[in-house]
């Protein structure tokens, strides 16, 4: 497809500080974009879904794309995906899994009702505070899931706007291999599985202090690890729950995680800064925030300069380099 110069300055002031997520990445291989991950229909604007009841809140899909592969992974194994640009806004990380019937196409299925549960949930040191700054997340596939093929929705909830989240998604197309016979029934729909009275959807970073934030959504499907923010093996959610500690390889228990609160994570592995970025704190060295980032808002004690660009306001309590 063709972009005029004009369309292509018209979208560009959009995509600041949005992101997609269009490639699988399995050990040291990334895949190309949309190898194994249905395109998104914000390619190439890059906003995010806004609407809870919107049905592109299942896997974001654009209308009339090309046909993906199918990547085989085995249970208990880690997969990564790359994000489009660097992400700048504090929000949590969700993952969730589909198991596609039987007998039907994977590229074609279209999960709509009850068939998603929830097999991790990353990034968050606290109500107020986020990890960010990663340009690649990792998640395990529960060690004792059923060897079947799959759809894997990642998901990046950005909070920066009061009580207006952003929801950053896509769908892998998965062959799950293995021994595992576990088959989750705490299932829910997209849309449907989120509601307005998620207090950690609806809800205001800038003041959430040191409380723990609650992950929206079911419990963690307990074949693969905690499910909090703080297991797993080396990425931001590298293994089951975590920003970053772990195995993630589980027990193998069918039953699900309790409860969705956090605990501490450790840094992503793939902050291209090097350091760990979230709403309260500031960099060490005094730096001005890199084009994307934050730069001001009330609150704010983080750098109020720019690398590059200009800081202007969000809002009130968001300023964003750009």
Known sequence: ??????????????????????????????????????????????????????????????????????????????????????????????????????????????????????????????????????????????????????????EHVALHIPNSPEFYLSCAQLKVTGNGASTPTDLVAFPGAYTKSDPGLFTNIYIGGSAKYNYPGPAVFGGGGSGGAGGGSGGAGGGSGGAGGGSGGGSGDSSPAPGNSTTTPQRPASNPTGQSTNPSSSPSNGSCAAMYGQCGGTGWTGPTCCTSGTCKATNSFYSQCS
Not at 35 to 63: G, H, W
Not at 108 to 135: C, H, L, N, R, Y
């Open 1 to 154: 497809m063709k972009f005029s110069v004009s369309l292509l300055a018209f979208l560009a002031p959009a995509a600041m500080g949005h992101y997609m997520f269009p490639q699988t990445v399995l050990g040291n291989s990334k895949s190309t974009n949309w190898q194994f991950i249905r395109q998104t229909a914000n390619d190439p604007s890059q906003i995010p879904v806004r609407d809870l009841d919107s049905p592109q809140m299942a896997c974001y899909e654009k209308t009339g794309r090309a046909a993906s592969g199918v990547q085989t992974v085995s249970a208990g194994s880690k997969i990564g995906f790359a994000s489009s640009a660097p992400i700048t806004h504090a929000g949590p990380f969700l993952v969730y899994m589909a198991q596609v019937p039987e007998g039907q196409d994977v590229d074609t299925w279209q999960p709509t009702g009850k068939v998603w549960f929830k097999t991790d949930q990353f990034g968050a040191i606290s109500a107020s505070q986020f990890e960010t700054g990663m340009s690649e997340i990792t998640t395990t596939i529960p060690v004792s899931l059923k060897a079947a093929t799959y759809l894997m929705r990642i």
